[in-house]
Structures are given as structure tokens and as C-alpha cells.
């Protein structure tokens, strides 16, 4: 996985834990951790790259792995280490294109948090170079009809499932229980928001009612995915998945605020939405339906706003003094002006399936 | 009396040092950080240009929303309105008090304030929109 800019190597006592659980795992007595180091991004989960020699086992030989826990100040809202490495397996037994997980340890006495470790995958996963490499442009449509696919097969997995029983219980109403949950967080944040409150009472008295609830990755967007030599080479960042309503994951990936600038780009900045439909489509065998897609991209918008409110109130309550959460806490009325032009836009649309 | 240049007469002329003598002697990959600031002392700049219009206006819309006398009584000074009335206003649309026929006007009021903040923190952003 790519690191981005620069990597933070990590203490003794990490490295000791680890290597007992290791061992213990792989069934192999002597292994030696060649590498440790901190990778870039992710402000909820800490990643590593670990690269490991194993003397024995069925793991003999080099690997080169990912370790992910909860970073020193894990914040809630997402799910823990071992509900993510559960949904990750359910991911890889469904053949979709995820790092293959490979053990997991909720014991947070071994190296002070829980975690699990993956194997490495190649590729780039910064969403700014990703909608600007101009080697990319010629596989821009098929690798997003490649993403449509992918999140087809995700969809495809229903509640109840025996492995993801650490999950929540999947929503009666995945619109509703959405709204509630932003409420929520607004009601933890300091400021009222007029403008947040009228998008969540518009998609309220709007909300259809789901056809479906399924395994959805809830965070499924540029950035959270690897290109390696024009193809997509990973599905990252499971932290978010929950039982919901598939087209909240659709609207997600095609939402304004994931394009990274390139705004005619309308498929995460990558390419055109047709292509991604198309492969959606191709896969789950369904049409998706216009319309619901504007109301769940509403609710991207709000989530997104949401997202950018608590990080600018991450800097402005004391607890991490940053320039860029500042700023991000300034880019809410950007969201804001979307979701009212977005309203705006499907105004007299009717949602005859409407609650 | 203060002495000139005012905070946004400085804010402007420290921006425009950052940007024209200082950035390029950082190297690549520490340029987003001098952006970032650059960016950040244009908004307090506009902000400090703005003053108190912006505010004094939103106050007037929602004294034609709720009353002049209901945003009288809910603070001492117009900061201490604002943050009352704003909270009235928050609670008002999520229990579904303007669903009804005063929905435009209200879409109306709340989409004026989002501008006014909008010309102050990205006013680029405003005008793609067509909105200026």
C-alpha cells in the first residue's frame, strides 16, 4: 500500500509483542521482522508496513504485510479491529479484489491496542495523483466499470450472515437510521447548523423506503482503493461497513465532494458514471434507479459536511492544533451550498415510493 | 484610533509575502502547508473586511422569520442574537416547523446565509456555482 509522503518507524516494544503473536499464528518458531514502519494516512487506524521472514511453516519465506490497529486515540463511529477483519474475510471468500486478511488479535495486551495483519498489495491509492495521472486516461472507464463491478459483488451479501454478527443490526429503515446517526453527532457539536438541519429534515420527510439491505463498504470512494499499472488492484479501508441500503454506497462513490476537483468526472473523479453503472449493473443484474441515487447523494453531502464539521472542531476544542482540520472546518458552507442546490435540482421529483 | 494598515491591510501583505518571496525557497513537498496558510490568512482577511455586515444582515432576516421583538429579548448584544436565534432556528426546522408554506422562504433565508459565509471563506466556490 502506498505510504505517501514519508513513514514514521515505530518502537521496541511494538515489534516485541508482535513477533510472539506471530510466531504463534504461523505456526513457525524463528522469524525475523525486517521492516516496521508507519505508513501515511488514516487518522481513526494506524497502518504499517511489515515485512516479515518466516524460518517454517506454511508461511516459509519473505512476506510483505500490512498491520493495522486503532491509532493511540481511537475515536467511535467505526467499527472495531476484529468486526473490520471479519468483514474483510466475507470480502476475500466472496472473491472480491481486498488485501487477503490473515490474522487477527483483539487482545489489546500484546502491543498495547487490538489489530490485524493482511498482506501488502501494490499500488496508488492517492486520490489527488489518481484523477490527474495522464497515464491513467486511456483505462479510466474501464477501471470504473472494474469499481461498479467490484461493489456489485459486495452487494450481493445479505444479512444474516454467521460471520458478521459483530456488526449492528441491519437498519428497518437505512435512510432513517442515517439521519439519526448525523443528528447525533450535530447534537455532540457545539454550534447549531441551520443549513445541515434543513438538508436532514428535506431527506427525512423524503426518505424512500430501501428494496434491499446488504453488506455495504460505507466508505467506498476514491482514495480508499489501489491502481497498479492501470488496474484496480485493491478495495482498502473497511472500517465503516455496515448492513444498509446499496445505493447509499453508489451515491458515496459518485457524491461531488469525492472527485477530487475533476467535478465532469462524475464516477470519483476517475471516469464517467455511465461506466460505472454499467458494470454495477452487469454484475447485480439490476437497473439502478436515477432518482434514489440524487436522495442518497444528498446524504452524502450531509455525511461529508458532517465529517468536515467534527474535524474542524477537532482543532478549534484544543485537541489537535492543525491548520488543515481549520480549514476543513471552514469548508462546510462548500457542502452546504451543494446540498442546497442538490435539493434544489430533484425539486418536484416524486419519490412514489416515499414513506 | 488605530494605526494603518488595518488587520486586513496586514493579513493581505503578509499573504502575498508568503506567496511571492517565501514559497519558493521551500522545497516541493512542504509548499501545501504555505498554501494552506496563505489560504487561511486570505479568509481572516475577507472576514476582517467584512466586519459585522454580514452578521447585522442575518439578524434582520431572521427578525422578519421570527419578530423583531422574539430577537430583542434573546441576547444583550448581536453575537449573543445570532447564537440564540440560530439555535431556535436548528431545533424549529428539525422538528418540521417550516415544512409547510413558509418552506421557500426559509430554503431562501438559509441559503443567504450560506453565501454570506461562502463569500468570506471561498468566494471562488460561490461564483462556479453562478451564485456571486
Known amino acids: 500500500?502506498?505510504?505517501?509522503?514519508?513513514?514514521?518507524?515505530?518502537?521496541?516494544?511494538?515489534s516485541h509483542g508482535l513477533g510472539e503473536f506471530l510466531s504463534e499464528v504461523s505456526d513457525c518458531e524463528?522469524?525475523?521482522?525486517?521492516?516496521?514502519?508507519?505508513?501515511?494516512?488514516?487518522?481513526?487506524?494506524?497502518?504499517?508496513?511489515?515485512?516479515?521472514?518466516?524460518?517454517?511453516?506454511?508461511m516459509a519465506g519473505r512476506h510483505e504485510l500490512v498491520l493495522r490497529a486503532d491509532a493511540p486515540s481511537a475515536v467511535a463511529a467505526s467499527r472495531s479491529r476484529a468486526d473490520e477483519f471479519a468483514v474483510l474475510k466475507v470480502a476475500w471468500e466472496a472473491g472480491l479484489k481486498v488485501p487477503e486478511?490473515?490474522?487477527?488479535?483483539?487482545?489489546?495486551?500484546?502491543?498495547?491496542?487490538?489489530?490485524?495483519?493482511?498482506?501488502?498489495?501494490?499500488?496508488?491509492?492517492?486520490g489527488h495523483r489518481l484523477v490527474r495521472?495522464?497515464?491513467?486516461?486511456?483505462?479510466?472507464?474501464?477501471?470504473?466499470e472494474r469499481l461498479g463491478e467490484e461493489l456489485a459483488r459486495l452487494h450481493t451479501i445479505e444479512p444474516p450472515h454467521p460471520e458478521l454478527e459483530g456488526?449492528?443490526?441491519?437498519?428497518?429503515?437505512?435512510?432513517?437510521?442515517?439521519?439519526?446517526e448525523y443528528r447525533g453527532y450535530l447534537d455532540k457539536l457545539p454550534e447549531p447548523q441551520p443549513a445541515l438541519e434543513w438538508g436532514l429534515r428535506w431527506l427525512e420527510r423524503k426518505a424512500p423506503v430501501s428494496d434491499e439491505v446488504v453488506l455495504c463498504h460505507c466508505d467506498y470512494r476514491t482514495g480508499n482503493y489501489l491502481v497498479e499499472q492501470g488496474e484496480l488492484s485493491g478495495i482498502l479501508d473497511w472500517e465503516f461497513a455496515s448492513w444498509s441500503d446499496p445505493l447509499?454506497?453508489?451515491?458515496?462513490?459518485?457524491?461531488?465532494?469525492?472527485?477530487?476537483?475533476?467535478?465532469?468526472?462524475?464516477?470519483?473523479?476517475?471516469?464517467?458514471r455511465e461506466a460505472f453503472y454499467r458494470g454495477y449493473e452487469r454484475i447485480s443484474g439490476k437497473s439502478i434507479t436515477k432518482k434514489f441515487i440524487s436522495y442518497?447523494?444528498?446524504?452524502?453531502?450531509?455525511?461529508?459536511?458532517?465529517?468536515?464539521?467534527?474535524?474542524?472542531?477537532?482543532?478549534?476544542?484544543?485537541?489537535?492544533?492543525s491548520l488543515e482540520l481549520a480549514l476543513t472546518g471552514r469548508m462546510v458552507p462548500e457542502m452546504e451550498l451543494d446540498i442546497l442546490m442538490q435539493i434544489e435540482a430533484v425539486k418536484g421529483e416524486v419519490f412514489e415510493r416515499a414513506q | 484610533m488605530r494605526n494603518s494598515p488595518d488587520a486586513a491591510g496586514l493579513l493581505h501583505?503578509?499573504?502575498?509575502?508568503?506567496?511571492?518571496?517565501?514559497?519558493?525557497?521551500?522545497?516541493?513537498?512542504?509548499?501545501?502547508a504555505m498554501r494552506m496558510a496563505a489560504n487561511a490568512l486570505a479568509i481572516a482577511a475577507r472576514e476582517a473586511e467584512t466586519g459585522e455586515a454580514d452578521l447585522v444582515k442575518e439578524l434582520r432576516l431572521l427578525s422578519e422569520l421570527y419578530g423583531e421583538n422574539v430577537v430583542q429579548a434573546a441576547g444583550a448584544n448581536l453575537h449573543e442574537r445570532i447564537a440564540k436565534m440560530n439555535k431556535r432556528f436548528a431545533k424549529d426546522i428539525r422538528d418540521g416547523i417550516f415544512d409547510g408554506a413558509c418552506a421557500q422562504g426559509v430554503q431562501a433565508l438559509i441559503m443567504d446565509q450560506v453565501r454570506a459565509r461562502l463569500r468570506i471563506s471561498n468566494p471562488s466556490y460561490l461564483r462556479a456555482a453562478g451564485l456571486d
Not at chain 1, 37 to 58: C, I, K, P, T
Not at chain 1, 296 to 321: C, F, K, P, Y
Not at chain 2, 16 to 30: A, D, S
Request: glycine fraction near 10%.
Open chain 1, 296 to 321: 442518497w447523494e444528498v446524504m452524502a453531502t450531509v455525511r461529508w459536511a458532517i465529517i468536515a464539521l467534527q474535524q474542524g472542531h477537532r482543532h478549534t476544542s484544543g485537541d489537535e492544533n
Open chain 1, 30 to 58: 524463528t522469524l525475523e521482522i525486517i521492516a516496521l514502519e508507519r505508513l501515511s494516512g488514516g487518522a481513526v487506524q494506524e497502518n504499517y508496513a511489515l515485512d516479515v521472514h518466516f524460518s517454517s511453516g506454511a
Open chain 1, 248 to 272: 447509499e454506497d453508489i451515491a458515496w462513490f459518485c457524491a461531488r465532494c469525492w472527485r477530487f476537483g475533476q467535478w465532469h468526472q462524475e464516477a470519483g473523479g476517475m471516469g464517467s
Open chain 1, 167 to 180: 456488526l449492528p443490526q441491519p437498519p428497518l429503515s437505512p435512510a432513517h437510521a442515517r439521519i439519526q
Open chain 2, 13 to 32: 501583505v503578509a499573504r502575498e509575502t508568503l506567496l511571492n518571496e517565501l514559497l519558493e525557497l521551500l522545497p516541493e513537498e512542504r509548499r501545501y
Open chain 1, 1 to 14: 500500500m502506498n505510504g505517501g509522503n514519508g513513514s514514521v518507524p515505530v518502537g521496541e516494544e511494538l
Open chain 1, 133 to 144: 495521472d495522464p497515464s491513467l486516461d486511456a483505462v479510466r472507464e474501464s477501471l470504473v
Open chain 1, 101 to 126: 486478511p490473515l490474522w487477527v488479535c483483539a487482545d489489546d495486551s500484546l502491543i498495547g491496542r487490538a489489530f490485524y495483519v493482511m498482506r501488502r498489495l501494490p499500488g496508488d491509492a492517492s
